[in-house]
């Protein structure tokens, strides 16, 4: 199993992403800490994996917390004595956000503050964790949007998630002889209840399927797979990546360097 042995903690680990990837890890060896909002999705991950015979453990967090985020990094190494995988993965996408005429400046906040605020004070209590284990891998969850814009109008979350990209590089450089890697991951639009909600009609749908090579919106499970290479040892010599998961839209509309 790829992740025997190991201490995997997950924000947002309740719906989408993050419970497929709690699901994964732990039929992969993984040791699961589920941190979310959502008190009763994120039970009923933990209570499936254990039902399964795996080990899991929910705490509430909230992650543009500083308490809650250092609660949830104790929460791991109490429950399972350390912490070997972090998944800043909890994010939102807001129905308000527009473009920078119409968006509010409380969703511009609100936005900044989960998204790009909660990754950091993840990796503020996260990295000494990671130190006391001899290392491990963070994970950051992106998107396509920071490397191109979004054909439907949502400019705080394209900013909060090039805060990401930018976070990702810059710790990954200061903490690689530390042993710890870190990674960005960079779904496609994926048929999640968050895009779902956010395309809320056929032609916003439409609008964001036509520039997807694929021409299909992503499955979770597919990018808790990429998730997984990410937390192993099999990305063992990555560090500072972007890996891109879109359906090849960023290959057809981005121009190589």
Not at 51 to 79: L, P
Not at 162 to 172: D, H, I, K
Request: glycine fraction near 10%; include cysteine.
């Amino acid at each position: 199993m790829r992740l025997e042995n190991k201490v995997a903690l997950i924000t947002g680990g309740g719906s989408g992403i993050g419970r497929e990837a709690s699901l994964l890890f732990a039929r992969e060896g993984a040791a699961v800490v589920i941190a979310d909002v959502a008190d009763d999705a994120g039970r009923k991950t933990a209570d499936q994996i254990k039902s399964q015979g795996g080990r899991a453990s929910y705490v509430h967090a909230d992650v543009s917390s500083a308490k809650d985020s250092e609660t949830m990094i104790a929460h791991a190494e109490r429950e399972f004595g350390g912490l070997n995988v972090l998944f800043n993965n909890a994010g939102i996408m807001n129905s308000a956000d527009d473009d920078a005429i119409s968006t509010s400046e409380d969703t511009w906040e609100l936005t900044m503050r989960i998204n790009a605020r909660g990754v950091f004070l993840g990796c503020k209590y996260g990295v000494p964790a990671l130190r006391r284990a001899g290392g491990g891998s963070i994970i950051n969850t992106a998107s396509f949007v920071a490397k191109v814009g979004a054909a439907t109008p949502q400019i705080a979350y394209t900013a909060s998630k090039g805060a990401v990209l930018a976070m990702t590089r810059e710790l990954a450089v200061i903490h690689a002889r530390e042993n710890i890697r870190v990674n960005a991951l960079c779904p496609g639009p994926l048929k999640t209840p968050l895009l779902m909600s956010f395309l809320d009609t056929d032609a916003k749908r439409n609008r964001r399927l036509v520039h997807v090579p694929m021409g299909r919106f992503g499955e979770p499970a597919e990018i808790a797979k990429a998730a997984l290479f990410l937390a192993s040892d099999d990305s063992s010599y990555m560090t500072g990546a972007e890996l891109l998961v879109d359906g090849g839209l960023t290959a057809a509309y981005v121009t190589p360097e």
